[in-house]
């Protein structure tokens, strides 16, 4: 069975427009909570890795697809799989629904980045070694 990390995220006031659709800005603040989330789910928790080991891990590419609106007040599931863990990048698929119906989705490239220096860096052996007990096929 793939691993699929699942989180959910209720749509805010904030996150809509003035007709109460949710407005794509917001979805990719989202989507980013999201990324934060899984980090501290595998054990890498952005704090630590941004303020004590300097790196990160910014989006490089980014694509999405959105399917059928979603509205103020409804709650979304965002499914995060694995689908790619390269020397200093990573690819993932998020999968996002309301209620079992898809609205949509995204893959997006990810890069080890070493923040005193501005320059990708290969994964750290133990964050490698973790990211690829996540890998699903694509």
Request: hydrophobic fraction near 35%; glycine fraction near 6%; include cysteine.
């Amino acid at each position: 069975m793939p691993k699929t990390f699942t989180t959910t995220r209720e749509l805010r006031f904030g996150d809509c427009d003035i007709s109460g659709t949710a407005y794509f800005p917001s979805y990719l603040d989202l989507l980013n909570g999201v990324n934060e989330e899984f980090w501290t789910h595998i054990g890498y928790p952005w704090h630590e890795m941004i303020w004590k080991e300097r790196w990160g891990t910014p989006t490089v590419h980014l694509t999405c697809d959105f399917s059928v609106p979603s509205l103020f007040g409804q709650t979304l599931t965002f499914e995060l799989q694995v689908v790619k863990v390269g020397r200093s990048s990573l690819t993932v698929k998020h999968e996002i629904s309301c209620e079992g119906e898809k609205r949509w989705t995204s893959t997006q490239v990810l890069a080890a980045s070493d923040l005193d220096k501005h320059t990708s860096m290969p994964w750290p052996d133990k964050v490698r070694e973790t990211l690829e007990t996540w890998l699903v096929a694509d």
